[in-house]
């Protein structure tokens, strides 16, 4: 069993990620081997410690023959991104871009009773503020100049849309988001140099369906965006499986994280394996 747990401070310049969860206990409730903690070895290796999906991404590009080069766009808590060029392990490449769907969330939860804001409705019936998207897109530039690769959801906070009404915060909010993602797509372009992209997005944002039409607005003829699961691939379980897929590269040893993807030095195997039966 891969067991991530649920993170609460992840600070790579300090070499710290914990999650909440105790692999031990699973393993022992359970009676199965539980692999966990996986993380904390690539940060002792001076790597960020995410994103940790990747190797399982190009495994599923491998499996359903999906036409090299691809991007996976994975929209959780915080958005990353997949480049996947070839089938080499060494040549795997990924970095966070930002916030996924936290701010969202955050808000939507502090302001309702709800979990999330469904399809981006509300989002999408408010008004966005040009002036204080600019300002939050200033200050991003900011905070990623003073950061490595990876972020934490701490990294970000609502005070920059403070006074707003719902409606509009959440539309400043999901336009911001929505800005650091494209951004991060038309900067892959120049990055590797490739005419066209095949963008498949991941993560429980693919489902804000006007986030996503936000994205496409500002993606150029020669970046195609489509959903993970168009590819016959259930959107919903990528990240449950990729953690089972890493638990097992991790019980034999195998490499979960490389240079590339999480700046670690040399292709490093992670995570603990608890035993307690």
Not at 66 to 86: D, E, F, M, R
Not at 98 to 125: E, F, H, S, W
Not at 199 to 215: C, I, T
Request: hydrophobic share 40%; with cysteine.
């Amino acid at each position: 069993i891969g067991f991530h747990g649920q993170t609460i401070f992840h600070n790579a310049n300090e070499k710290i990620s914990k999650q909440l969860g105790d692999g031990n206990l699973l393993s022992s409730l359970l009676r199965n081997k539980v692999v966990y903690n996986f993380r904390q070895n690539d940060l002792e290796n001076g790597g960020q410690g995410a994103p940790l999906a990747p190797i399982f991404h190009q495994l599923l590009v491998k499996q359903n023959n999906i036409k090299l080069p691809v991007c996976i766009l994975n929209i959780g808590g915080i958005a990353n991104i997949s480049i996947i060029n070839s089938h080499k392990d060494s040549e795997l490449k990924s970095y966070d871009v930002g916030p996924g769907n936290c701010l969202i969330d955050d808000m939507v939860r502090k302001k309702t009773d709800k979990k999330y804001d469904l399809n981006g409705q509300l989002a999408k019936d408010g008004v966005t503020s040009k002036i204080i998207l600019d300002q939050a897109l200033d200050n991003f530039d900011n905070i990623k100049n003073k950061k490595n690769l990876s972020f934490d959801i701490k990294d970000f906070d609502l005070s920059f849309v403070r006074g707003l009404s719902l409606q509009n915060a959440l539309s400043t909010l999901t336009e911001f988001t929505a800005q650091m993602i494209a951004r991060s797509l038309l900067n892959l372009m120049l990055i590797e140099k490739t005419k066209t992209w095949n963008v498949l997005v991941a993560g429980g944002g693919r489902k804000n369906s006007f986030l996503m039409e936000l994205v496409k607005k500002e993606m150029p003829n020669n970046i195609k965006i489509n959903l993970i699961d168009d590819y016959t691939i259930n959107g919903d379980f990528v990240e449950s499986q990729a953690f089972g897929y890493l638990a097992i590269r991790s019980y034999l040893k195998l490499p979960i994280s490389f240079p590339l993807t999480t700046n670690v030095k040399k292709p490093c195997t992670g995570g603990i394996l608890a035993e307690n039966y």
